[in-house]
Each structure stands twice: as C-alpha cells, then as structure tokens.
C-alpha cells in the first residue's frame, strides 16, 4: 500500500519533472538566459576584478565569497554536529590489542603509504596554492590533505594517527577557514570598504594586487587546512575502536 | 564607510566568529562555553535591534558583500519582515540560551557542552543569515547550516528515541533541501541570475516558453518550504523530533525554525514572484488559494491530533502545527489585515510556544514527568513555570487580551473582508480545540491535587524560570501594546503585496 | 512540450531519473545505510542539472589564458555552485552517519522497521 503511493508520488514528479526539462532553455545553447546574463561580465573582466584566471576561483572567493563563507560554516557545523553526537576519539591510553588497527599489518600496504602518501601531500598543498591560475582551490586541496591522513589512519592504525595529529592542535585548526574569512574581510572594513573586499582603497595598482593575491591565498589556505583537519577530525570521531565491540553476528 | 553602514553584515560576521572561537573556549574552560555563547547572542541581538530604527526609516536595507553590485554579487537585504525575524529570532534565542545554561549540564554529558553551544550558536547565525539575505543560494545556504544543526541538536542526549527521531527529520529536511535545490536550479536557467529582485525583474521580461519551467519552480519550493514548515500532511517529522529533543532545543525548534519554512514561502511568493507578475498569475493565484486551504485544514488536524496526545510535549509539538498554519493562512490571505495576522501569529507562537516548551523541560528537570497526567497538582510545587504554562496557554488559545488573540483577531477580521466564511470556522474551531488541550493541562497543574502528600514549593532555578517567565509576559505585553508594531506589520504587508 | 528538446537536454533527463531513483530508494527501502545511499544519489542527480546547465557545446574550461581570448567558455557559476552543494552533501551524509552509528549502538540493528517503527515492505 505504502509502495503503491510512493510510487504514484514518483509518477508525478516525473511527469513535472520530464515536463519542465522540455521547456528548459536547450542545453549546450550559448544564448541561454543563464550564459547570457551575468556570466559574459565575470569572463571578462573576471581576471582584473577577481584577481584570477580561473574565474570559477574568481567566483568562489570574490564575487561569491560570502557563500563561501556560508559554505566553510556548513563543513564547520558538519564537524559540531558529529561531534556532539559522537564525541572525540579517546586518548590513547595503552597498547593493548583493541587499540590494534583492523587493517592488517601489511608491509605491502605501509611500504606504498609512505612513498605515496608525501606527494599526495603536496599535491595538496599545489591544489590549494593553484587555485587562481589553474584548476584547483581550497577545498579541492583540503579534502586531498584530509583524505591522506585518513589513509594514513586507516593504515598505521587511529591510536598512531592521533599522536601524529593530537586534538590539541587540530581543534584550533578545524576552526582557521571560517576565522580566515572572518579575518579578510574585517581588513576589508578596517579600510572603509565593504566586507570581504580585497581590493584596498588608498594602495597603488601593484601594491593593491598583490595584497589582494596575499588575500586570496590566506583564505585558500585557510579554506584547505580548515576543510582538511575537519575531514580528518570527523573521521577519528567514528574510527572509535571502543565503540565496536565485538558481537555475535547479528543476522 | 562608516561603522554604520557595514551594521548589516555583522549579524551575520558577529555570530559566527563567536561560534568559530567556542569549541577553542571549550577546550579551554569548559563552564566559559555559557557565557561566550551568550555573549555573542548578545551582541548580536544588540546589533539587530538597533537595525529596527534604519529599517523603518528607508524601508529596505541594503549591504553588498565583496563590493560586487548585484546581480554580479550577493547583496543583504534587510526589508521590515527581515529585520521583524531577526530581532524575534535574537529576543527569542536569548532567552532560551539563559534557560540552557542548567539544563545542559543536566542533561548532557560534560564534553559535548562546548559543541552544544556552539550548535546553538550556528542555528542562531543561520536563522539570521536566511532572514536577511537578497540571494536565492545564500538563503540555500544558511537553510542548509540550521537544517544540519538541528538534527544534531535532536540527537545530542543521545536517547534512543531522540536518535531516532533525528533520524527521520534528516531524511525528510534533506529530501526537502534538495527539492528547493532543485527549483533553484530551475530558475537559474530560465532567469540566469540568483538575486532575488534581478530574478523577479528577469521574470518578467521572459521569454513565455520559458513560464512553465518557472512554475515547477514555484511548485517545487512550495513543497520543499511546506516540509521545512511542518504544514499538515507534511508534518510527519515534526511531532518526534521536537518532542524528543531536549527542551531547550524543542522551543528553538518549535518557535523559530519551523518559521524559516514560512518565512521561505514568503520570499518566494513575494520578493521573488511578486504579485504584480501577469505572467504566471494564474498558478500563482491557485497556488496560494491551494495552500490557504491545506493551511486551514491543518490548524484544525493539528489541534485535533494535539487533543489525543498523553505526553506533554507531544501535544506541545502537535499545537506547533497547528499554529503554522494560522500563519500560513495568514499569509496567503494576500490582504494587509491577513498577512498582518499572520506575522503576528508568528510573532504570538514564538513566544508562547518557546514558553510551553521550556515549562516542559522545567517539569522534566525537576520530577521527570512527561505524562500529562503526572502533573496533578504541580500547580503548587511550581507555581511560576505553572503560572508562566497558564499565561502562555491564552496565547495559543487566542483569549484576549494576549498576543494570541491579536493574531487571530487580524484573521478572522481578513477572512470577513474577504467573504471567506468558512476559514473563519476553521479558525474558531482550532482555537476551541487548543482551549481543549491547554486547560486540559492547566487544570491538572491548578485544580487537581496531586497524589501524596501536599508538596511545598520546590521551583526549578531562576536561570529556568526566568525565561519561562519572561516569554509568557512577552505574550501578554504583545497582547496589550500591539499597536507599537502592527502598523509596520501592515506596512511591510502592503509593500510585500504591491 | 516538444520531444526534441527532450532529447536534447538528455542530461536532464538522466538527473529526473537519478532523483526518482534515489527518492524511492529513501521512501522505500528499509536498511538505513540505503536510505542515506538514495539522499547521496539524489544529491548527485541534482548537481548534475545544475553543471549540464551550463554546458556549451564543445566549449572549454573557464580558466582564462592571458592574451587569449575564446568565445566558447562553459558557464563558471554552476561548478562554483555545486562546490558549495558538495560540500553541504557531505556534510549531511557525515551527520546521518554519526546518527546511524548512535541508532546501531541503541538499537544493534539498521533496519527501518525495528527503528523508525513502521511497516516494512520491500
């Protein structure tokens, strides 16, 4: 009965669904509404005004920035929320067995780690660093940092992990994208313009660029090292060993 | 430019460099989480309130972020229903906050006190950055940010049922989200822009091929607004969910967030669509007719289900439903009277329902009763939660001279000018029905003796009863001094109507 | 309602088909884990629209060379969007997982009929 109803619900959707897309402007088209509208001005003013030649950078951080902003609180609270619903990982206390990481001690495994794992890293640190002249950005690079130690965890074992990462120097972190948002686009009010302006008033053109270069870079930075940390943070807070006691098999 | 001009901004910067900072004060000092967080309610509320003067004065306020003029950038746009929800959501907040600061460490386990407050902290920036926005996707955002929040802050005792509740109110909110997504995405393509007057000057100059794909928009936000909204049939997440939650959380939930459904709605239909849009009237004039009706329909099944309930906060959250569709049908009255009732009622409910649900936890706290039965004679023990539930009840009931009967006052006064008889029915018949369950309770609090011996007065501490308190005075001084606010609810109503 | 143009956003179409899949997987199937499974795959189905929004045919990344100018360049503004969409997916799917982790401990089950206290048919 409840399947039948969900599905007649389906039916509708679909149809207003199917119905809409063929109203839709055409996809691939150059003149749709949506490519003809604010889009021509970010192409091309979007290297002078925005500071970057990937204009989807350009957006992100410039025009869009208080989304961004929006967007590192989103991540942020994902972090308080689990968090607060999962508690932080214990303190290692001992070695005993049930610290013991379920991944097997594999040489293969750990000798690969170690000789990829560095240049993962600083691949990371060249995504988030690249963001304005080639495809790249700061959560891009976070969520390859933050993916990194997670393998380095799941591999060496969370107790090594959390030594190499201990909550006292991650919680200050976890906190630096929305503190280097904040901090931005105070400077910005600091010199009477609006918030998260980058271009300062009062500089010379050269001066200016670079400042706001300076800028742009500290909140990908930011952006990367903050999303990072939180990735790896909420993912030590369910690698709780304590919390998956053995059990029968529950079938 | 001055410190005055960049006021709109920091609503929004102000609260989230407190909730950034409070997890790094709780690893410092974790009792110092209270007091941080309320200092930032604080400030923020301030800030807020000052804006009232400004709003009033130029009708609508405007910040661009970044510089960027819209459509190129995202603008903050403060109109009177902005500045009316920020400064009901910061008054509102504050006061639970003050009640939270017993009841966490009551009922939380110490550690997660600091992200508890912090929680409470991103719910509140977020509900205040949805309100003040002029972008379409900063408004996805912020929605995003106090939808996360509040399945976490479900959960967070961590009680089977509470864990569960969560559960379904995410899979809902996120269905939901993603709904508004989609009709977001609709609009884009056919207008192009995501600022919310560019989009509606767009809208009418369109191509008229283009129509009906902005009119699954409209239906789209519709549905995905009226579940973030709770409004009968939609409302199946609500009652578990703001039940099990703690209290605190429960008056938050109950009072403002629902409200950012509502106050979606509006955007969408008014600053988005605008009435004066000829070209898609026609869905647009059905629509609201279709939700007027559904909204008439759930004040009563609300108050109806409310009726049966046996545990005090399910009958609470039961009566939040039907309370949002007093003010949805105010709303879609599209008269200045009507709306005017419908913000007031918005107005009227968060107070009083922050207030019932706070005098709920109060009884859980003290003697763990949830039953409504269990509260023979608590009318004794703890007279000023009691008072407070009893002052706060002719609110939700509409007894004059409060805030409640204000509100349904403006209905029924629209509903007559508009000939629509039988929503005045509607009307009357969830007021007699909330009569039923409020005085209900009221008359197991003051008219029954409890079983046992006669107790003495044993309160809840005044961090706790203070709110309660004040909340329920809220509703008798709306009641009494409406006119400092009806006439820029009327003025706001005929702005949104032109 | 021309079929052409049906065809023609055929991207769009896959994204409806994506989102009615995942929806009736969230309506109906009864393991939680697949639950959260149709919310991320409607989630995709929905970033999918907006990028195909913006395509243009044989056009290019938006990355400007210097001194290079070309004509066709996809539309930058939905990739900037469904950033921020991805990372409110994830964030979402990292607080379901926290509240399935919690329910599994209470509960030691994942399936909808023991939890969520409704029928379950499948």
């Not at chain 1, 313009?193 to 001066?207: C, D, E, K, N, Q």
């Amino acid at each position: 009965m409840k399947k039948a109803l969900v599905l007649m619900a389906l039916a509708l959707i679909a149809v207003v669904f199917i119905y809409a897309i063929g109203k839709m402007p055409p996809m691939n088209g150059k003149d749709t509404p949506d490519k003809t509208h604010v889009v021509p001005r970010y192409l091309e003013k979007g290297e002078e005004e925005a500071g970057a030649r990937n204009i989807i950078t350009g957006i992100i951080l410039n025009y869009r920035g208080y989304d961004t902003m929006g967007e590192t609180t989103v991540i942020f609270s994902a972090l308080a929320a689990v968090i607060a619903l999962l508690d932080r990982e214990k303190r290692r206390r001992s070695r005993s067995s049930v610290d013991a990481s379920k991944v097997e001690t594999s040489t293969v495994v750990r000798t690969v780690a170690r000789f990829v794992l560095p240049v993962v890293v600083l691949f990371a640190v060249y995504t988030i660093l690249h963001g304005e002249p080639s495809a790249g950005g700061g959560f891009q690079g976070g969520a390859i940092i933050g993916a990194s130690i997670i393998i380095f965890a799941l591999v060496w074992g969370l107790p090594e992990a959390t030594d190499r990462m201990p909550l006292g120097a991650r919680l200050p972190l976890e906190s630096s994208a929305m503190l280097a948002f904040l901090a931005m686009g105070v400077i910005g009010l600091a010199y009477g313009v609006h918030f998260l302006t980058f271009i300062l008033p009062g500089l010379s053109a050269g001066v200016a660029e670079t400042v706001r270069s300076l800028m742009l870079t500290v909140i990908e930075a930011g952006i990367g090292v903050g999303g990072g940390i939180i990735f790896v943070s909420i993912v030590f807070a369910m690698m709780r060993e304590d919390r998956y006691e053995l059990q029968q098999d529950r079938k | 430019m001055s410190l005055s001009a960049t006021h709109p901004v920091l609503l929004v910067a102000v609260p989230l460099f407190f909730a950034a900072l409070c997890p790094v004060v709780g690893m410092w000092k974790r009792a110092a989480c209270f007091y941080w967080a309320l200092a930032g309610v604080a400030v923020t509320g301030f800030l807020t309130w000052t804006l009232i003067g400004k709003v009033t004065a130029s009708h609508a306020l405007t910040y661009n972020v970044g510089g960027w003029r819209p459509p190129f950038g995202i603008q903050i746009r403060i109109d009177y229903l902005g500045v009316f929800m920020a400064c009901t959501i910061t008054g509102v907040s504050m006061l639970v906050l003050v009640y939270c600061h017993r009841y966490a460490t009551h009922d939380l386990k110490p550690e997660r006190i600091p992200y508890f407050y912090t929680l409470f902290l991103l719910i509140f920036l977020a509900m205040i950055g949805f309100s003040i926005t002029g972008d379409i996707f900063n408004m996805f955002v912020f929605m995003e940010i106090f939808s996360i929040t509040s399945y976490a802050l479900v959960a967070i005792t961590g009680q089977k049922a509470a864990v569960r509740a969560a559960f379904k109110y995410l899979l809902m909110g996120a269905t939901s989200s993603l709904t508004i997504l989609l009709a977001i995405s609709f609009l884009y393509s056919v207008t192009g822009s995501l600022n919310m007057p560019d989009i509606s000057a767009r809208l009418g100059s369109m191509r008229s091929t283009y129509l009906p794909v902005a009119a699954v928009a409209l239906a789209f936000f519709v549905v995905g607004f009226t579940v973030k909204a709770a409004l009968f049939p939609l409302h199946g997440w609500l009652p578990d969910a703001h039940s099990m939650a703690p209290s605190p959380v429960s008056a938050i939930l109950s009072a403002l967030v629902i409200k950012m459904g509502v106050f979606g709605i509006l955007r969408i239909f008014f600053t988005v669509f605008g009435r004066s849009f000829s070209g898609l009237s026609a869905s647009w004039g059905t629509l609201l007719s279709v939700l007027s009706w559904v909204a008439a329909i759930a004040i009563v099944a609300g108050a109806a289900l409310a009726v049966f309930q046996k545990d005090l906060k399910y009958m609470i959250a039961y009566s939040s439903v039907s309370h949002i569709g007093y003010i949805l049908l105010g709303i879609c009255m599209l008269s200045p009277r009507g709306m005017t009732g419908g913000f007031y009622n918005l107005l009227a409910h968060a107070l009083g329902k922050a207030c019932l649900f706070l005098v709920a936890g109060a009884f859980i706290y003290k003697l763990g009763v949830r039953r409504i039965s269990d509260l023979k004679g608590l009318g004794r023990k703890m007279p000023v939660t009691a008072g407070a539930f009893a002052l706060a009840s002719l609110s939700i009931v509409g007894i004059p001279p409060s805030a409640g009967f204000v509100a349904k006052f403006y209905l029924v006064w629209g509903s007559l000018q508009k000939g629509q008889y039988a929503f005045v029915v509607f009307i009357l018949l969830g007021s007699l029905l909330a009569a039923v369950y409020c005085f209900r309770v009221v008359y197991y609090l003051f008219f029954t003796a409890s079983d046992g011996p006669a107790p003495g007065v044993d309160e809840v501490p005044v961090t706790m009863w203070a709110p309660c308190a004040l909340l329920a005075l809220g509703t008798l001084f709306f009641g009494l001094y409406s006119g400092l606010i009806i006439p820029s609810l009327q003025t706001a109503a005929r702005l949104l109507l032109r | 309602m021309s079929f052409s143009r049906i065809v023609n956003n055929f991207n769009y179409v896959f994204s409806a088909l994506l989102f009615l899949m995942g929806l009736y997987t969230v309506a109906v199937k009864p393991n939680l884990i697949k639950k959260l499974i149709g919310l991320n795959i409607m989630e995709t189905s929905v970033f999918l629209l907006i990028v195909s929004l913006g395509m243009v045919g044989g056009g290019e990344a938006p990355i400007v060379e210097a001194g290079v100018k070309t004509a066709n360049i996809v539309n930058p503004i939905p990739q900037a969007l469904i950033l921020t969409g991805i990372v409110v997916a994830v964030s979402t799917t990292a607080v379901a997982l926290s509240l399935c982790i919690r329910i599994h401990q209470k509960y030691g089950t994942l399936e909808a009929g023991a939890i969520l206290g409704r029928e379950v048919d499948v």
